[in-house]
Each structure stands twice: as structure tokens, then as C-alpha cells.
């Protein structure tokens, strides 16, 4: 068990939808990172959150949008779905120096989103 | 931006053969991380290296980072079926992990 707790499992949707993953990281870790992943793209880094604000932005689509609130737990909100965004999405947590550094991350189990 | 490709891509073996998995970069890593997913599971953190040359063994797994700091190889010894799982090498870029492509191994009993 590594600590981070992600909901839901699993999801089941339609095209034209918005759904929100929660992801709540290990106790005392400050950052919180949301990965997709997809069967023929691999892990591929959404955004960072460090403390409440945005610190990294990957290849995030304009409509995927994330926080964290002041809890430090962290909501994902996907809208207008596609197939395409269909894949499984990983949140982890990291502590440290404001979020730097060679340190592990820690990831929760993942949600899988299916879009029909 | 930091490519990591890995290779091979996909593995199947019998129980008791040796096998190595690489990473290669187009730039030099500041430092590695190599981390296992078991089909279901989230990605868990094997090794990290940080030296050029450096090498790290973990029970039948050996790691090495390549003296240049551009590639690294993940080396097991005697593959059990519990091998099983995505390899994915990682690198820290600012303030992102920037994964590989991934070695997905099949260990066959």
C-alpha cells in the first residue's frame, strides 16, 4: 500500500460527458502529480501540484483541469470526453524540497476511465 | 525535451533465463529512476542512480548507469514468473518524472 488513496476505481461514461478523479496523497507529502495512461502511449505526465499551486504542466489538454485544495488532496476534471481519453489515470505524491529533487514517488492504484 | 526510449519493448521468457532492459536518452540524465507496475498497480520505485558508472544491485536485479549518464541498463538473473510487469526508466526534468516508453516482461513459468 503506498499510501495514496485514488477514487474512483473504475468508470464508466459517454462521449460528451465531464467526470472528476480524486486522489488523496500519502500523509505529509505536499505534491501531487497526475499521470494518463494510455495502452500505446505509455505514462504520460499531465500536471504537478505543489502546495495548492501549479507547478509542472505537461501535455495536459485544454479540457483536463486539475487542483489542489487546501487539504492538499487533488481533483482531476476531464470534460467534453472523447474515446480517445479513454485510459487509466495515476495520481502520486512526493514530499522534499518544495517538490525538486531525485525523490520517489508514490503512487495510488490509477482509475480507469472508459469512454463508449 | 528529454526522450527516453527503451528497448525492447516487449519481452517473454521461461523461468531461470537472464535478461537486460535498456534506457537510452537523447541528453544526459541528471539522475534515473527505474520503477516496476504490476498489471493492476500503480508504478513502484525500484533504484535510483545518480553517478556516471554507477551500480546498484538489488537481489537478481543490477542496475547500471552508463558512464556518460545518457543510458542505463536494468540486468536479471534467474527471472521468476514474479518478474512479471512494466520496467519503466524515469527521469526528473525541473519539476516532472518523465517517463520511458516502458519494457513490458512476461516471466513463463
Known amino acids: 500500500d503506498s499510501g495514496v488513496t485514488q477514487t474512483p476505481k473504475h468508470l464508466i461514461t459517454a462521449t460528451g460527458q465531464r467526470v472528476t478523479l480524486r486522489c488523496s496523497p500519502r500523509s505529509g507529502d505536499l505534491s501531487v502529480y497526475w499521470y494518463q495512461q494510455s495502452l500505446d502511449q505509455g505514462l504520460q505526465f499531465l500536471i504537478q501540484?505543489?502546495?495548492?499551486?501549479?507547478?509542472a504542466k505537461g501535455n495536459i489538454l485544454e479540457r483536463f483541469s486539475a487542483q489542489q485544495f487546501p487539504d492538499l488532496h487533488s481533483e482531476l476534471n476531464l470534460s467534453s470526453l472523447e474515446l480517445g481519453d479513454s485510459a487509466l489515470y495515476f495520481c502520486?505524491?512526493?514530499?522534499?524540497?518544495?517538490?525538486?529533487?531525485?525523490?520517489?514517488?508514490?503512487f495510488g492504484e490509477g482509475s480507469r476511465l472508459t469512454v463508449l | 525535451t528529454q526522450l527516453l526510449e527503451q528497448s525492447p519493448q516487449f519481452l517473454s521468457i521461461q523461468e531461470g533465463e537472464n535478461l537486460t532492459v535498456y534506457c537510452n536518452s537523447s541528453?544526459?540524465?541528471?539522475?534515473l529512476q527505474w520503477y516496476r507496475q504490476e498489471p493492476g498497480e500503480g508504478p513502484v520505485l525500484l533504484v535510483t542512480v545518480v553517478t556516471g558508472g554507477e551500480v546498484k544491485k538489488l537481489k537478481r536485479l543490477t542496475f547500471q548507469f552508463g558512464d556518460a549518464r545518457k543510458d542505463s541498463s536494468l540486468h536479471i538473473t534467474a527471472a521468476q514468473p514474479g518478474d512479471t510487469g512494466l520496467y519503466l526508466c524515469?527521469?526528473?526534468?525541473?519539476?516532472?518524472?518523465?517517463f520511458g516508453t516502458g519494457t513490458r516482461l512476461q516471466v513463463f513459468p
Open positions: 524515469a527521469e526528473r526534468n525541473t519539476d516532472k518524472l518523465i
Open positions: 502520486a505524491s512526493s514530499g522534499g524540497n518544495r517538490g525538486r529533487g531525485t525523490g520517489e514517488l508514490f
Open positions: 501540484y505543489y502546495n495548492g499551486e501549479e507547478r
Open positions: 541528453s544526459v540524465f541528471s539522475s
